[in-house]
C-alpha cells in the first residue's frame, strides 16, 4: 500500500511540475507554428505508439531484455518498431488532417512524440522556441503568371 501510494505521489508530482501557464497565443501551449490539428495529430500517433509496443511487448512495459516474446521481438525491438512506425505515418496523417504542408517544426514535434510519447514533442517544441534559426524563413507565395493572348 506504502509503494503504490508512493507511485501516485511521485507521479502527481511530475505532473505538477509539466503543467504550463496559459499562453494567450493563438495556438495555445503548442506556439510558434504548431496548429491543434498537428497537436491532435500529436497526441493520436503518441497514444498509438504506446498501444503499439504494449501489444508487441504482451502488454507489459518490462519484458526480458535479450530473449524474444512470442512475435520474435526483444523489448527494445519492440520499441523501435512502433517508433519507426509511427514517425512513418503520423505526418502522413497530419498532412491530411492539415490539408497543408507541415513545417519542419510540425514534421519534428511529430516524430518526438513517437520517440517519447507526449513529452517528446513539447521538448522538441521547446528547442526550437529556443533555437528560433532552426526554422527556415517562410516561403513567399509565386505570383500566378497571367498569359496575354492578343485580339484578333
Known amino acids: 500500500m506504502t509503494k503504490t ?3 501516485f505521489t511521485a507521479a502527481a508530482a511530475a505532473l505538477a511540475l509539466l503543467s504550463q501557464p496559459a499562453a494567450a ?3 495555445g501551449p503548442y506556439d510558434h507554428g504548431v496548429g ?4 491532435a495529430v500529436g497526441v493520436a ?3 498509438g505508439t504506446t498501444v503499439g509496443f504494449l501489444s508487441m511487448n504482451n502488454w507489459k512495459l518490462k ?3 535479450i530473449a524474444r516474446q512470442s512475435n520474435g521481438l526483444t523489448t527494445g525491438g519492440a520499441y523501435a518498431a512502433s ?3 509511427c514517425m512513418a505515418v503520423s505526418p502522413i496523417v497530419a498532412t491530411i488532417v492539415a490539408r497543408r504542408e507541415l513545417t519542419f517544426r510540425e514534421a519534428h ?3 518526438g512524440n513517437c520517440v517519447l510519447p507526449i513529452i517528446g514533442g513539447l521538448l522538441v517544441n521547446a528547442a526550437y522556441n529556443a533555437n528560433p534559426h532552426w526554422e527556415p524563413a517562410p516561403k513567399k507565395p509565386a505570383r500566378k503568371r497571367v498569359v496575354r493572348r492578343a485580339r484578333r
Request: net charge negative; aromatic share 4%; glycine share 18%.
Open 83 to 85: 517508433a519507426v512506425g
Open 63 to 65: 519484458g526480458p531484455a
Open 25 to 27: 497565443g493563438p495556438y
Open 109 to 111: 514535434v511529430l516524430a
Open 5 to 7: 501510494l508512493g507511485v
Open 45 to 47: 500517433a503518441a497514444a
Open 36 to 39: 491543434p490539428e498537428v497537436a
